[in-house]
Nanobody, 125 residues
Framework: QVQLVESGGGLVQAGGSLRLSCAAS????????MGWFRQAPGKEREFVAA????????DYADSVKGRFTISRDNAKNTVYLQMNSLKPEDTAVYYC??????????????????WGQGAQVTVSS
């Protein structure tokens, strides 16, 4: 079992920045790749970013590429999402997810095994 807890959400003006953190417990953190997803009101949850087990490979949705950065610190059992140049359309609940195994990075929800409870990010115009 893996427990994931997000933090760092909040309200920010357009153009501002936020950093989300996701702390993991329960299993060796480097055993799994990590992902961030988000769900805006009235929309389906969508992929945002993913990072490999030791951080050597990352993947981003086109909508956030160049503005968001995913990183991880395996010594602290934590994955981060640095969000810069935020836009009102980035408003959503952000979820971190853990994927066990040796496969490559994943963009589909069903490929992830554990999920956090979500953190609200609101970007005002």
């Amino acid at each position: 079992q893996v427990q994931l807890v997000e933090s760092g959400g909040g309200l920010v003006q357009a153009g501002g920045s936020l950093r989300l953190s996701c702390a993991a417990s329960g299993r060796t953190f480097s055993s799994y790749s990590m992902g961030w997803f988000r769900q805006a009101p009235g929309k389906e949850r969508e992929f945002v970013a993913a990072i490999s087990r030791f951080g050597g490979t990352t993947d981003y949705a086109d909508s956030v590429k160049g503005r968001f950065t995913i990183s991880r610190d395996n010594a602290k059992n934590t994955v981060y999402l640095q969000m810069n140049s935020l836009k009102p359309e980035d408003t959503a609940v952000y979820y971190c997810a853990a994927r066990l195994g040796l496969g490559g990075l994943a963009r589909m929800e069903r490929e992830y095994d554990y999920w956090g409870q979500g953190a609200q990010v609101t970007v005002s115009s």
